[in-house]
């Protein structure tokens, strides 16, 4: 008889195996060994060796090319056929078998066979059973060979649980489908579990099965057959390692299996289309179902197996962009302002905030909310747009983006300390996060570390009290409040440019708060209503600035509708004073002077002026009635907030700053100085040392000391800082002890902290100073070369200030005088300054200027032969002529 070619596909036993064609999978034939028998591989129980005897084919057989004879057939049942395997190797089986002891010969071997060649076969083989016999080979062993096999699990958890996370060496029995396996788990030489495992992270399509509720067949899914063979041509009887996982809801084992060379089989089921990826298994496999991701993106990318008609939805042009977060609506909805200054709502993406319908989570609500406004809110934040959600009844369409601060997700932030959960999406949903997965496992994380809302114990819910619901309410806060200072509080609402509504943590009290000192132009209620020029533009600047931020509050008195008036720091700066610097209010003369901060919200009004800013769009300086009081450049209203000089008060200075509207920086010369002169030269030597040279522990603030690096010598200075400029990573910094300033990246920044340097040991050097009797000029050219002149004229010059008169916050009006050239009083650099038409003498006289008849006569001699050679601002003829 001829031999046929096949491929071992499996071995049922150790005198059976299934062979396929090679070229057909699907053609298979079952072949028995002839004359032979092996012990059997029951459900119930195993017999003596029946596991050893199939193992020592299956290694010998699966997956192998062989070639087999049939000897003969027996017709009853399953017409099984008998015969003879040739391996590669040229071994014949079943002789190599019964040699090694593990196949004995049949009782009634030989009966029905005459044929010369089964005859000489069969006598072969009983003198090598006899030889194998004799040496107790296999199956002839006088102890061993029982196996305790079971075949069902009676706590598939407790199973989990004991053997999770290790390898154990098992064998696939059977592949149901492409991620559903048989297998054999070797948990020791004597005990084996045989059961079914689903392969951990996957889904691969359904092969043709019989519903057990009816009998029917349902046919099998598109692509659930080749998903079965491409298992089955790789694992199928192989040796492999088991990695148990978790269980399914219905008791099911979860585990990856992994061939012995080529590891996991899910990648590769993956990669050819054969599967897609579950999130279900997620939290089981952790960071491996990244790896599970990027496989599955390949065949959809091409489109392969279950992705042959895959569309790829339109991808998102608008890539990653960068906003400021301007609210927060809940902990899972923001509110953002691009550099344009334009608002939109977003949501994060996959993930949902404490269910407020839900009994359990809803105490969790405000304090997610809370959570998420102490990070974000006023911060600058990168989001991209993951997808969209349509409009629905009840809800207007939704972008859905992943939100990062400091490189950190927004999402997962909350979801790792339990304030917010995962949404489960459909299979086919992919508007979600694109790290959806290590959302799952953060989830999976704060539950059982019972973080946040899954912890055991609520939070305590604040409940506010409105004390500005009635006058009587308010008057009996008001004695609380007004004996404390700088109250931090947290601004819930803007009501326009000067009137919010604030929550005060620690009293419990919600309360209507009013800017004291100012007054804001009134803004349009709605879209009936007309507001007053600029109220827009005050609330939309106060509602920029003050949303939702962290502040603090002074609270002074309260109004006739129980409003609490006071003043409001953020970031501890008057926020008044920013809304007058700003142009969008302007002084309340008596409640400024009633609060004391008049001097520096007159101080804002004259910059916002001289700025042309915003109500002070037209201002005319000319046009001031006399009779009113002044509000000078430097901030004094009448001049009752500047206390004037009994005696003539003549320092020794040096100037070391102009500024651009003219006002200078002095430095007293004296101890101050000489102190200064030793604190730079260990200031130097300090930074010189590089075990000094730590930048700033984090992003700087607003008021904040520090040391700087200034651009144009490279030295180290004391400085503060005025402006920060989180995007680039820039401050504006004040050098303090020499009054210039400039704008340097954090880089050049370190921090000021040690107790020699700072500004309590040695105060800062730089005074703030204006020269007296002058009135700058409003044109900003004129304006520029007065500030040339006067930088001109006091550089790197000792000079003789004579101080007339010194305000609150300690500024001096002064006369500066050169001493090689003045011989009178009257001969100052203030009078050249008039000399050369870069300046005029002030219409509106301070009640110390009009008192010094000599020095205003000679002042205006300057001034008007200035006009008369038409120098300067002059230059085009008189500029009081209309007044």
Known sequence: ??????????????????????????????????????????????????????????????????????????????????????????????????????????????????????????????????????????????SGGRINSSSELSDAQSFVDEHKGKDMDAIVEKVLSGDRLIVRLLLSPTEHVQTMVLLAGIRAPATQRTNPSDGKVQPAEPLGDEAQQFVEARLLQRTASVQVLGTTPNGQIVADVKHPTQGSITPFLLKNGLAKCTDHHTTLLGQQMGVLRGAEKMARDGRLGVWKEHVAPKSNKAGEQEAIVSRVQSADTLFVRNKAGAEKRINLSSVRQPKPTDPKQSPWVAEAKEFLRKKLIGKHVKFHVDGKRPATEGYDEREMCTVTFQGKNVGLLLVENGMASVIRHRQDDTDRSPIYDDLLLAESTAQGEKRGLWSDKTPSVKQYVDYSESLEKAKRQLTLLSRQRRVPAIVDFVKSGSRFTVLVPRENAKLTFVLSGIRAPRSARNENEKGEPFGKEAHEFANRRCQQRDVEIDVEDCDKVGGFIGTLYINRENFAKTLVEEGLATVHAYSAEKSGNANELFMAEQKAKDARKNLWHDYDPSQDDDGEPTATAAGATNGDGATATEKPDYRDVMVTHVEDDGRLRLQLIGSGTSALTSLMDAFGKFHLNPANNAGLPSPPKAGEFVAAKFTADDQWYRARIRRNDREAKKAEVVYIDYGNSETIPWSRLRPLSQAQFLPSKLKPQAVEAQLAFLQMPGNTEYLGDAVSFIAQETADRALVARVHAVEKDGMLWVTLYNPDQSTTGTESINADILAEGLAMVPKKMRPWERSANDMVTAMKKKQDVAKEERRGQWEYGDLTEDD
Do not use: C
């Open 1 to 142: 008889m001829s031999l046929f070619e096949a491929k071992v596909k499996s071995v049922l036993s150790g005198d059976t195996v299934v062979l396929h064609n090679i070229n057909n999978p699907k053609a298979e034939r079952t072949l028995s060994l002839a004359f032979v028998t092996a012990p059997r591989l029951r459900r119930e129980g195993d017999e003596p060796f029946a596991f050893e005897s199939r193992d020592y084919l299956r290694r010998l057989l699966v997956g192998k090319v062989v070639r087999f004879q049939v000897l003969y057939k027996i017709p009853t049942g399953a017409n099984r056929e008998y015969g003879l395997i040739v391996t590669p190797n040229k071994d014949l089986l079943p002789e190599q078998a019964v040699a090694e002891g593990w196949l004995k010969l049949r009782d009634d071997a030989g009966r029905k066979e005459d044929s010369d060649e089964a005859a000489n076969l069969l006598e072969r083989l009983q003198v090598v059973e006899a030889r194998a016999r004799a040496d107790s080979k296999g199956l002839w062993a006088e």
